[in-house]
């Protein structure tokens, strides 16, 4: 038995069989890079830490898929496929029918069985929301960081808790599963506000949760304070980070599937910190953590 439902477990629950994210970048931007509400985009951002590089935007939808098919199939013949909108926030700049003519056009690529898209909780609208939910399979993948509104500011998120929850109802109320993503460690934040942020995660219809540890990429605004001396990141150790993730997987609620824990930027795209080791491996850590008698259950026995 696994210690806690992971993304597969969820995904099992509306395919039959293997599944795979495909990303897909269609030139979207942010509100807080184009100035609508912001300028710069978030301190921490650098898109093409996790871009895969055959998400090339000048490259229709169903190019990068089919590009995206070919490399995985090598391996994996028989895997089937999500398209992940994935790059900026990916319901914004258009309409709704623009928007929904976009996801739909995904399906056209032999082997894509439903969409997931990366967006910000602000930029969500019902009349987005009820085409969305007229698609074959959705998922909307809400990038929400932290349930801190300082720590939102000093981000420059551009956007509240109050916004993430709204959102999430709104997508929940219309039958679409719900992602949320998470950076566990953002400048100021202590374990104790990382842990009201779970648990305010459990009190809202999210179904899947993404989260990982705090990185410094390369070319972004917190990678310049870095250099001068001014981090306020929690820069875990891998021990550090696994410790975390086990009291997180005993405080979200048991329904919550994980997607991830960590994230990988290449090396040449990472300023901090450097852990050296393989997603695999973190993951045996926390089966490590959580095979350890918790201090509630401690407690109980006392």
């Given at each position: 038995?696994?210690?806690y439902?992971d993304?597969?477990?969820?995904?099992?629950?509306?395919?039959e069989?293997?599944m795979?994210?495909?990303?897909?970048n269609?030139?979207?931007?942010c509100?807080?890079?184009?100035?609508?509400?912001?300028?710069g985009?978030?301190?921490?951002?650098?898109?093409?830490?996790?871009?895969?590089?055959?998400?090339?935007?000048?490259?229709?939808?169903?190019?990068?898929?089919?590009?995206?098919?070919a490399?995985f199939?090598?391996?994996?013949?028989?895997?089937?496929y999500?398209?992940?909108?994935?790059a900026?926030t990916?319901?914004?700049?258009?309409?709704?029918?623009?928007?929904?003519?976009?996801?739909?056009?995904?399906?056209?690529?032999?082997?894509?069985e439903?969409?997931v898209i990366?967006t910000?909780?602000?930029c969500?609208?019902?009349?987005?929301l009820?085409?969305?939910?007229?698609?074959p399979?959705?998922?909307v993948?809400y990038?929400?960081e932290?349930?801190?509104?300082?720590?939102?500011?000093?981000?420059?998120?551009?956007h509240?808790?109050?916004a993430?929850?709204?959102?999430?109802?709104?997508?929940?109320?219309?039958?679409?599963?719900?992602?949320?993503?998470?950076i566990?460690?953002l400048?100021?934040?202590?374990?104790e506000?990382?842990?009201?942020?779970l648990?305010r995660?459990?009190a809202?219809?999210?179904?899947?949760?993404?989260?990982?540890?705090?990185?410094?990429?390369?070319?972004?605004?917190m990678?310049?304070?870095?250099?001068?001396g001014?981090n306020?990141?929690?820069?875990?150790t891998?021990?550090?980070?696994?410790?975390f993730?086990?009291k997180?997987?005993?405080?979200?609620?048991?329904?919550?599937?994980?997607?991830r824990?960590?994230?990988?930027a290449?090396?040449?795209?990472?300023?901090?910190?450097?852990?050296?080791?393989?997603?695999?491996q973190?993951?045996?850590?926390?089966?490590?953590?959580?095979s350890?008698?918790?201090?509630?259950?401690?407690?109980?026995?006392q």
């Amino acid at each position: 038995m696994k210690p806690y439902r992971d993304f597969a477990d969820f995904l099992a629950c509306h395919f039959e069989g293997k599944m795979q994210k495909l990303s897909v970048n269609a030139g979207f931007s942010c509100p807080n890079r184009d100035g609508t509400i912001g300028r710069g985009g978030c301190t921490y951002c650098n898109n093409r830490s996790f871009s895969p590089s055959y998400c090339n935007p000048s490259d229709p939808v169903g190019e990068q898929l089919r590009k995206g098919i070919a490399f995985f199939s090598r391996k994996y013949p028989h895997m089937r496929y999500l398209a992940y909108f994935q790059a900026y926030t990916s319901t914004y700049g258009a309409s709704a029918e623009a928007l929904a003519a976009l996801y739909r056009s995904a399906f056209d690529t032999p082997g894509i069985e439903g969409v997931v898209i990366g967006t910000r909780p602000d930029c969500v609208s019902p009349a987005l929301l009820d085409a969305i939910a007229a698609l074959p399979w959705a998922m909307v993948e809400y990038g929400a960081e932290s349930s801190h509104d300082a720590t939102l500011r000093a981000v420059n998120r551009g956007h509240t808790w109050a916004a993430t929850e709204k959102a999430v109802r709104m997508t929940a109320e219309r039958g679409i599963p719900v992602g949320l993503h998470l950076i566990m460690g953002l400048p100021g934040e202590t374990e104790e506000m990382m842990m009201e942020t779970l648990c305010r995660v459990n009190a809202l219809p999210v179904d899947v949760v993404k989260m990982h540890q705090m990185q410094i990429h390369e070319g972004t605004a917190m990678a310049e304070a870095y250099l001068r001396g001014e981090n306020r990141a929690r820069l875990w150790t891998p021990e550090e980070y696994a410790r975390f993730c086990a009291k997180a997987v005993r405080t979200l609620r048991p329904d919550i599937a994980i997607d991830r824990f960590v994230s990988q930027a290449p090396p040449e795209m990472l300023t901090a910190p450097r852990w050296g080791i393989k997603n695999y491996q973190f993951a045996e850590l926390v089966a490590r953590e959580l095979s350890q008698t918790s201090p509630e259950e401690t407690e109980k026995q006392q």
